[in-house]
C-alpha cells in the first residue's frame, strides 16, 4: 500500500475506505463483493463507529453507547447482517407491538396483520390517550401523511417543520404529543417541533403506514460491536480486505485534481486507485486541503449539526419490569429498554434496564448525580416495583453528536456519494440517502458509495 498503484494488470483496482463506522464497513463490503482489493483504515482500536458497544467491569455485561433499534423496513441494514451470518443475535418481531403508557394508564400501539398499510387502525382505535375527536382527525392527518407525494413537494416540505405541517393538517397538541411525536423523537432524535416534514412525514411512510412488516422493530441481543463491528471486521478479512484499526487518517493529499493518498497518524502514506471517505463530516471536511474544503459541493456538509442522546443504564437487585421495551408519555424516561431480557440473561435476581433519552437537550450536560436522583425517582413514579428495589449500579452514557439533525433545510447541505472529485466518493448516515441518521441509513450510503465507484470503473 505504500507504492503507488499499478492500473496496468488485471489486479482488482484497490480502494482505500477511510473510517470503520457502519457506512464504511458497508461500503467495504461491497467493493469487496465486486472483487476490489480495499484497506480499510479507521482511527478507534474497534471497528462500529457510533453503534458500539463495551465492557462494564462493574456488571460483567456488555453494555452499549446507545439503545439502537432498527424497524422491519430498514432492508439494507438487515441484509448487511444476513451477510455477517449474525441474524441470529438480533431480535425483529413478528408483528408491531408496543406499550405506551401515561400516567398509569396503558395502551397498546399493535399491528393486525392482514389490514396491510391499515394494520395499526384497530390499536389506533383503542389508544387510550387520544380523544375520540383527536383520532379522528388524526386518522386524517395518517392518510394525508400517507398520500403525499413527496418527491414531488420536497422542497416545500423541507423548507416547514412537521409540526407547522401538522397544524395545517388539522392536528391536535395531544395528538402531536401522543401520537406523531412518541415516533418522530426516538427515530429522528428530535422533537416534532424542529424536523422537517419532509424527514418526518418520510419515517410514516417507510416504517409505519406501508406494511405491518416494514413496522415490526428490532434490536440486537448482544452488545453492537459483537453484532456488527466484530463481525464485520472478519468478513472483510475472510474477503481479502486490509482492516487498519487505531489508524488515524490526519490528511488527503491531492494532485492534478485527485485523489494521491492519505497521510495517517503514523506518518505511512497511502495509495489507491479510489478512495471512499465514511468519515464524519466535521473530520472529512478537516482532512481537505482548503481550496477542496471551500468547494461548494463539499463545503455545504459544514451546514449540518447534531443532536444528542443519553443513555441511564441502571441495574436493579430485583426485577422491574416484565416487557421487553416500554414507551411513557408525559416523563423525561421516554422508552425503557428490559436489557437483561434482551440479552438473555438467567439472573433472576437482578435487572438491567436502560432508558433511552432521545433529543436530550435537557440532560446532555447534567451531572451525573442530579441524573441519577431524577431518573431513580421517576423510574419508582412509572414503576411500583421499582419503588422496593435497590440499584446495584447506575452509568450514564452520553453521545452529545449522535445523530446529524433533520431540520428544516438540512437536505441541502447532504452531498451525494459520487463527488466531483473523480476518484473520490462518500460514506456516511449524512451524504445524501433519503433517510435520516440511523443504521439503515449508514449502511445505505456505503452500497450507494460502491455502486458510484464500481459504475465510473
Ligand atoms: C447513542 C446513539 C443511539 C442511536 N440509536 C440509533 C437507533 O436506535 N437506530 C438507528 O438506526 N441508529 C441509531 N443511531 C445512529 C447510528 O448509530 C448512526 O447513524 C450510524 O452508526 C452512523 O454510521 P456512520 O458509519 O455513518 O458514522 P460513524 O459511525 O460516525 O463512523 C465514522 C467512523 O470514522 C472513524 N473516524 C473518525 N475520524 C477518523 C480519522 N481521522 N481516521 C480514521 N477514522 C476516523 C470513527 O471512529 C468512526 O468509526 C444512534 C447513535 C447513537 C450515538
Not at 362 to 377: C, G, T, V
Not at 387 to 410: H, M, N, W, Y
Amino acid at each position: 500500500m505504500g507504492q503507488k498503484p499499478d492500473t496496468s494488470g488485471s489486479a482488482p483496482r484497490r480502494v482505500i475506505v477511510l473510517g470503520g463506522g457502519l457506512a464504511g464497513l458497508s461500503a467495504s463490503r461491497a467493493l469487496v463483493e465486486r472483487g476490489y482489493g480495499v484497506t480499510l483504515i479507521e482511527k478507534r482500536p474497534f471497528l462500529g463507529g457510533r453503534a458500539f458497544s463495551f465492557q462494564d467491569q462493574q456488571a460483567g455485561v456488555q453494555v452499549d453507547n446507545g439503545q439502537h433499534v432498527f424497524l422491519g423496513c430498514c432492508t439494507y441494514y438487515i441484509d448487511f447482517l444476513e451477510a455477517l451470518g449474525v441474524t441470529e443475535h438480533a431480535f425483529l418481531q413478528d408483528t408491531l407491538r408496543t406499550e405506551v403508557i401515561r400516567n398509569g394508564k396503558r395502551g397498546v400501539l399493535f399491528s393486525t396483520p392482514w389490514l396491510g398499510p391499515l394494520h395499526l387502525l384497530p390499536s389506533f382505535l383503542l389508544y387510550p390517550h387520544l380523544s375520540l375527536r383527536d383520532k379522528l382527525l388524526a386518522a386524517y392527518g395518517l392518510a394525508r401523511a400517507k398520500l403525499t407525494d413527496r418527491a414531488r413537494q420536497a422542497g416545500a416540505l423541507d423548507r416547514e417543520t412537521l409540526y407547522q405541517w401538522l397544524r395545517r393538517h388539522h392536528q391536535s397538541e395531544r395528538a402531536i404529543d401522543y401520537l406523531w411525536n412518541l415516533i418522530v423523537l426516538p427515530t429522528l432524535n428530535d422533537h416534532v417541533r424542529d424536523v422537517s416534514a419532509d424527514m418526518g412525514l418520510m419515517v410514516f411512510q417507510e416504517g409505519l403506514l406501508k406494511g405491518p412488516k416494514d413496522a415490526t422493530v428490532g434490536f440486537s441481543r448482544i452488545g453492537l460491536t459483537e453484532l456488527t463491528g466484530a463481525p464485520a471486521g472478519r468478513f472483510l478479512q475472510e474477503h481479502g480486505a486490509t482492516v487498519e484499526t487505531g489508524k488515524s487518517v490526519e490528511a488527503l493529499q491531492f494532485e492534478d485534481g485527485s485523489v494521491a493518498g492519505v497521510r495517517l497518524s503514523d506518518g505511512a502514506l497511502l495509495h489507491a486507485d479510489a478512495y471512499v471517505s465514511a468519515l464524519p463530516y466535521d473530520v472529512f471536511l478537516s482532512l481537505l486541503p482548503a481550496d477542496v474544503a471551500g468547494d461548494g459541493f463539499f463545503a455545504k456538509a459544514a451546514g449540518l449539526t447534531s443532536s444528542p442522546i443519553v443513555g441511564v443504564h441502571l441495574w436493579y437487585d430485583r426485577p422491574i419490569m416484565e416487557q421487553d421495551f416500554v414507551a411513557f408519555l408525559d416523563s423525561p424516561v421516554q422508552w425503557v429498554f428490559n436489557k437483561s431480557r434482551i440479552q438473555g440473561s438467567n439472573d433472576a435476581g437482578q435487572q438491567y434496564v436502560c432508558v433511552s433519552v432521545s433529543g436530550a437537550w435537557d440532560y446532555i450536560d447534567m451531572p451525573k448525580d442530579q441524573l441519577r436522583e431524577l431518573f431513580a425517582r421517576e423510574m419508582q413514579t412509572l414503576f411500583p416495583r421499582a419503588r422496593e428495589a435497590k440499584i446495584d449500579r447506575f452509568l450514564v452514557v452520553k453521545q452529545p453528536q449522535a445523530t446529524f439533525r433533520s431540520i428544516p433545510g438540512a437536505s441541502v447541505h447532504r452531498p451525494s456519494q459520487r463527488t466531483p472529485i473523480a476518484n473520490l466518493f462518500l460514506a456516511g448516515d449524512w451524504t445524501a440517502t433519503g433517510w435520516p441518521s440511523t443504521m439503515e441509513g449508514a449502511v445505505r450510503s456505503g452500497v450507494f458509495a460502491a455502486e458510484a465507484l464500481d459504475s465510473g470503473a
